[in-house]
């Protein structure tokens, strides 16, 4: 019931175009679902975040939807640009608890084509 | 501000031979995790600990051991290492309060190759 799972393991995007990453959950106790953004020889960095109790949360170009009922939840980079090229982990936790595991999908690999 | 440093950030082993990973982090976090790197496979939790004193099983903890020596450290050790082992480590940390509750903090990894 930890299982994470995320697709597609690879995209490739026009600049300007609208890219799609999604994730779906098991275990119903998780209340926290971030997604990280990792460049190249780098560690992954947070990018945003979303709790159960909102069904969107946007920042700037970015934007997570949650569907708690299918426990899935999906991140949308509208115009997207060549400096959104890394990879993309979604993860989810139990966001109080300090001994709660942190479990991360497979990751995507995004490419903007110029 | 230098968040959470790994050393070393590369190294070659040969099968059979230990090492140990260290993490340090100077941002007061009470939750230090290690995780694993692989192609297509994600990262993958290898050990956590939730304070100082404190550690548990992640998700592939089988060859590894940990140590949380005080607040700041998080060491991994991998006793007799094995060419399945062969992957790039990332220790982090977690803020559990202010504005930035349930971020992990990431190192820069280390790059470990077993031969």
């Known amino acids: 019931q930890q299982q994470v799972k995320q697709s597609p393991q690879s995209l490739i995007v026009q600049k300007g175009g609208i890219s799609i990453i999604n994730c779906a959950y098991e275990?119903?106790?998780?209340?926290?679902f971030p997604w990280y953004q990792q460049f190249p020889g780098k560690g992954p960095a947070l990018l945003i975040a979303?709790?159960?109790?909102?069904s969107e949360k946007k920042e700037g170009r970015f934007t997570i939807s949650f569907n708690k009922s299918a426990k899935q939840f999906s991140l949308h980079i509208m115009d997207s640009q060549p400096g959104d090229s890394a990879t993309y982990f979604c993860?989810?936790?139990?966001?109080?608890?300090?001994?709660?595991?942190?479990?991360f999908g497979s990751g995507t690999r995004l490419s903007i084509r110029p | 501000n230098a968040g959470v440093t790994q050393t070393p950030k590369f190294q070659v082993l040969k099968t059979g031979q230990s090492m140990t990973l260290q993490c340090a982090q100077d941002?007061?976090?009470?939750?230090m995790y290690w995780y694993r790197q692989d192609p297509g496979m994600g990262l993958r939790l290898i050990y956590y600990?939730?304070?100082?004193?404190?550690?548990d099983k992640g998700e592939v903890p089988n060859g590894y051991n940990v140590s949380r020596l005080n607040k700041r450290e998080f060491s991994l050790r991998l006793e007799s290492a094995a060419p399945s082992q062969t992957s790039v480590y990332f220790c982090?940390?977690?803020?559990?309060?202010?504005?930035?509750?349930?971020?992990?903090?990431f190192g820069e990894g280390s790059r470990l190759t077993v031969l």
């Open positions: 982090a940390s977690r803020a559990q309060t202010g504005a930035n509750t349930g971020e992990l903090f």
């Open positions: 275990n119903t106790a998780f209340d926290y």
């Open positions: 979303i709790r159960p109790d909102v």
């Open positions: 993860a989810a936790s139990l966001f109080y608890s300090s001994a709660s595991k942190i479990i």
């Open positions: 941002m007061n976090h009470n939750s």
């Open positions: 600990s939730a304070s100082e004193g404190t550690t």
